[in-house]
């Protein structure tokens, strides 16, 4: 499969089980008040496993054939999707392996291996992630997931942009967090499909910003490296499947700073009593900084939730 509609996500949607949550839309009003629109979060951070890559990980394992399901499955992951993957395979009993670095958050790190994940580390550089990989498909018979190419990722990602648009028709922006570019590739597809004057505008660390660059020279552009606190955005290129379908969809991609983020971290705790890590928390970021400006019903993607309680305590002590 290479092309990806807005039916495929529907049918995907259909076959979500009931401990995948259709996760609350809530209005900020402090946000709505300083902008003069509605700013409304959209909680994957309140999602099982603590993000929103469950979706995706679900219908990744959901989908695979007997031989797959018995040989096992391996994906790389800097944390978020390992999780998810772990604990849906602990679900649907298929055997997971997950590729991580050894800088990976431990704290994401003993989520993965608590839901029943096998974790296998490799160095700390993101090529080395898919090296990695591949050897064990080679070594242990695993079926290996490149989930840069894998349309089945989209598909998942893309449930939250017609949860979205079903919570709220009258969506004009949606804001969402770009690492390797399913995410947000998805979420445009299904709100594109259904109403083409919706604005998705992509978010990105200005230490992490693949997708940013590749965005405006228009061709996939890699990076040596990245530096920046969202520990989730840490892709140097974009995927091929990914940055296709951002071309086509996606109507702009903003950079953030890391002071900026911690910053919105903190406010969302403080304000909104919301525990959103750094990775999450870019949409509400490029709000406070003055890097978006809404001109209707905006909608940010709080993509995720799992930051260490140290790490979270630091940032409060630090932004309050």
């Known amino acids: 499969m290479s092309e990806v509609t807005g039916s495929d996500i529907e049918r995907a949607r259909a076959e979500l089980p009931p401990y995948i949550r ?3 839309l809530l209005r900020s009003e402090e946000l709505s008040a300083t902008f003069g629109h509605p700013i409304w979060l959209k909680c994957e951070n309140l999602q099982i496993t603590g993000s929103y890559k469950a979706r995706a990980a679900f219908t990744l394992l959901h989908r695979l054939g007997e031989d797959a399901r018995r040989r096992g499955v391996a994906l790389t992951s800097s944390g978020n999707f390992a999780t998810a993957f772990a604990y849906m395979g602990q679900q649907l009993g298929v055997p997971t392996v997950l590729v991580m ?11 993965t291996a608590r839901f029943g994940g096998e974790i296998v580390w490799c160095e700390d550089r993101f090529e080395a992630r898919f090296e990695t990989l591949r050897r064990l498909e080679t070594e242990r018979g695993l079926i290996a997931i ?38 947000i590739a998805g979420i445009a ?36 490296e990245t530096r920046t ?21 996606v109507d702009d991609i903003v950079l953030v700073t890391d002071e900026a983020v911690a910053e919105a971290v903190a406010w969302l ?33 709080l993509s995720g939730g799992n930051i260490a309680p140290t790490r979270l305590a630091e940032i409060l002590t630090s932004k309050t």
């Not at 050894?102 to 989520?111: D, H």
């Not at 079903?166 to 004009?172: A, K, V, Y």
């Not at 525990?275 to 809404?294: D, H, N, Q, W």
Request: aromatic residues 4%; hydrophobic residues 40%.
């Open 22 to 24: 259709r996760t609350p």
């Open 146 to 183: 490149n989930h840069l190419e894998d349309p089945n990722v989209v598909i998942g990602h893309g449930t939250i942009g017609a949860e979205i648009l079903e919570q709220l028709p009258e969506t004009l922006t949606i804001l969402v967090p770009i690492s390797t570019g399913g995410l």
């Open 269 to 301: 705790a403080r304000e909104e009593k919301l525990v959103v890590e750094p990775s999450g928390a870019v949409g509400i970021a490029a709000l406070r900084s003055g890097r978006v400006t809404p001109q209707g019903p905006t909608v940010a993607l």
């Open 101 to 111: 670095m050894r800088k990976t958050s431990p704290f994401k790190a003993e989520r």
């Open 229 to 249: 606190i969202c520990d989730a955005l840490t892709a140097t290129r974009p995927g091929t499947l990914m940055f296709s379908l951002i071309q086509r969809y």
């Open 189 to 224: 597809l299904a709100v594109k499909e259904r109403n083409p004057r919706a604005s998705v505008i992509g978010v990105q660390p200005e230490g992490s910003n693949a997708t940013y660059l590749s965005f405006k020279a228009g061709t996939i552009v890699s990076i040596p």
